[in-house]
């Protein structure tokens, strides 16, 4: 009996110990919950104080590159989606973005895409990514991506049209260009694959030999593109064209192409050579970039001399016997303007100014020379500088005088924006409203003498108010020291 008491007491010690065992585990978790909760909250709430102070800084100089560089940052690792598609959005409205920028973006977008709007969003903004600067790889993906919706209605063509855009803008990049043309050889000929197939094993309809031989010839067209482009791989593409199409690949006018651009890329060779044994030397790449530019500026030049002399190009183009050397030329001013394009992509060239003002200056003076649809062009080039360099009084000034050169009606506009962009020094805000005085001056005493009194009287009074602006800020900027200053009041 007193046995069996000490074992119901011993049970019951031993139930008491596991209950407080169990209760002390209990507690133990729920204050391990509640330190994570309140850990959670801590977390939550740095970020947001985190989030408004950068936010502020935003508010208050909307040109704070690497702020919205910390932005996106902070928002992505916190998962706040889309506070991190809005600082994106509002960053690519403010500067150009980089390749890795536009390739994490649409990354995450790609993430959640779910309906056809998600899809045409995703494009829109691919087709803004491949502007900013020369990439080809977006440009792949953004083939990739397209080539992702070829089921849909005209998806195919649509391939094709984005195609076609990658090989005319980055498809002339000497030594990575050839895998564009590769990626759209490689649709064209999967697309030939499938028809053959579908034929095989019956006697073809007309439909399909129709079907079959324009994809060969589109196939064809594109050999004979690639082969006529200077490019790295360009052999091999050779080699390529002779399984495809042997006697294609011994006409001797596809031959002679051929040499002439292996030829050429030889003689590019060094440049290139350059460039690269120059990669971890921002100024020695620059440096290489500019040796290679004169030298290609230096081969239009003296093509051009040989073509027109002093005489108009215009009479020159409908030369019949001049036909296939003006083509030369134009490949050559393409393969130019592509170099400029690689040397600003590159690093930290984006913020040179001088390379900025000398890409311009060349597509300026080609115009001039041969006068086309490049203004447009020209004046977006000046657009895209400003953006990367928006400290540079002389790009706004130059963008302004393109603008106002094509009697564009956002000359003053451009002026406005200038005088918000955090210019370098007082003088540059000085030698800025030189030039829009100037150009309101120009502007508005344009046609000043038919004008009745009393518009004559308005105009002035604007430019008298202008003139205030202008020497009010000057005044406060401590410029009324320098002599430059005082030409305002004999302006």
Known sequence: MEN???????????????????????ESSGDEEQDEMETEQKNEESFESKLAQLEEIINQNK??????????????????????????EKMSQVFPLTETLWLEWLKDEQKFMESDQ?????????????????????????????????????????????CEKAISFAGLHVTRGYSLWEVY???????????????????QTPEQ??????????????????LGTCLDNIESTYQELKQFDEALANDS??????????????????????????????????EAYNSYLDFEKKQIKEMQMKLFGNKNV??????????????????????????????IADESNCLSVELWLKYSFYLIEEENQEPSEKKEFISEVFKRAVRNCPWSAKLWINYALECEKNTSN???????????????????????????????????????????????????????????????QLFDCNLFKNINFFKLFFF
């Open 410 to 472: 956002q000359v003053k506009e451009i002026y406005g924006e200038a005088m918000q962009a955090g210019l370098q020094s007082s003088d540059d805000y000085l030698e800025l409203w030189h030039a829009y005085l100037g150009y309101l001056r120009r502007h508005l005493l344009s046609n000043y003498e038919n004008e009745t009194d009393e518009y004559k009287e308005k105009i002035a009074e604007e430019i008298r108010e202008t003139f205030q602006k202008a020497i009010n």
């Open 63 to 88: 040109f704070q590159y690497q702020t919205y560089i910390d932005i996106i940052n902070l928002t992505k690792e916190h998962g706040e989606f889309n506070k991190l598609r809005e600082y994106r």
């Open 253 to 286: 006018l596809v031959k002679n192409v051929f040499d002439f651009n292996l030829r050429k890329y030889h003689e590019l060779e060094p440049y290139e050579t350059a460039l690269s044994e120059a990669a971890s030397d921002v100024n020695k790449k620059l």
């Open 118 to 162: 998600d899809r045409q969003n995703i494009d829109h903004i691919f087709q803004r990514a491949v502007k900013d600067y020369l990439s080809v790889e977006l440009w792949l993906e953004y083939i990739q991506f397209s080539i992702g919706g070829m089921g849909e209605e005209k998806g195919i063509e649509n391939v094709r049209n984005i």
């Open 209 to 226: 030999t129709k079907q079959i031989n324009d994809q060969i010839s589109r196939i064809t067209r594109i050999f004979k593109l690639q």
């Open 185 to 203: 050889r490689e649709f064209e000929t999967a697309l030939l694959a499938g028809y053959q197939q579908a034929s095989a094993g019956s006697i």
């Open 4 to 26: 069996s008491d000490k074992e119901s007491k011993n049970k019951t010690e031993d139930i008491d110990l596991e209950d407080r065992e169990n209760n002390s585990t209990d």
């Open 314 to 343: 215009k009479i020159i183009n409908s030369v019949n016997d001049k036909e296939k050397d003006i083509e030369l030329l134009k490949k050559s001013q393409n393969r130019a303007k592509c170099l400029f394009e690689r040397a």
